[in-house]
């Protein structure tokens, strides 16, 4: 199994660069199984940081979920060789948050597991943890697409 242990291997599976990419590491993945664990650092160079809350808000998992299906996308690519393909949440259903915010020095903990593939939509049920305690889930319904510039008309 490859090592994703870095911020800066992780960022070679998605498209996402700069302060946009917010993943740190992956610690596991499985391709037959269609999941990925991910983890995010909260500091105060998080985009999403906010000051006043004394972290992120926990609205920001849809987003930390998001780009583990991402990286997981990444990972099957690698071994397609091919490179990172761009997908968009079509929506987000079934949020729930069992706290606002993700607080400074907390390390979130992601995990998403495809559900559904249907052509290029696919259904992922996601989760963010701190520590054992669950406290985000949601569902993410996606799109994924070949060449985001050709993709009108969905």
């Known amino acids: 199994m490859t090592d994703y242990s870095t911020k800066e291997s992780v960022e070679t599976l998605v498209p996402h660069k700069g302060k946009m990419f917010l993943l740190n590491r992956i610690?596991?993945?499985?391709?037959?199984?269609?999941?990925?664990?991910?983890?995010v650092d909260i500091t105060d160079k998080d985009l999403f940081y906010d000051e006043e809350l004394g972290g992120v808000p926990a609205w920001v998992a849809f987003e930390y979920m998001a780009q583990s299906i991402s990286a997981l996308s990444g990972i099957y690519g690698k071994t397609q060789n091919e490179k990172p393909k761009v997908g968009f949440i079509m929506s987000v259903t079934s949020f729930k948050?069992?706290?606002?915010?993700?607080?400074?020095g907390e390390t979130v903990k992601i995990k998403v597991h495809q559900t559904m593939r249907m052509d290029m939509a696919?259904?992922?049920?996601?989760?963010?943890?701190?520590?054992n305690e669950t406290v985000v889930t949601a569902v993410l319904n996606t799109v994924e697409v070949p060449d985001p510039k050709k993709a009108v008309g969905l």
């Open 97 to 104: 948050a069992h706290r606002s915010v993700f607080s400074l």
């Open 27 to 39: 610690s596991n993945f499985s391709l037959e199984k269609l999941e990925i664990e991910t983890e």
């Open 122 to 131: 696919v259904t992922f049920d996601g989760m963010a943890s701190i520590g």
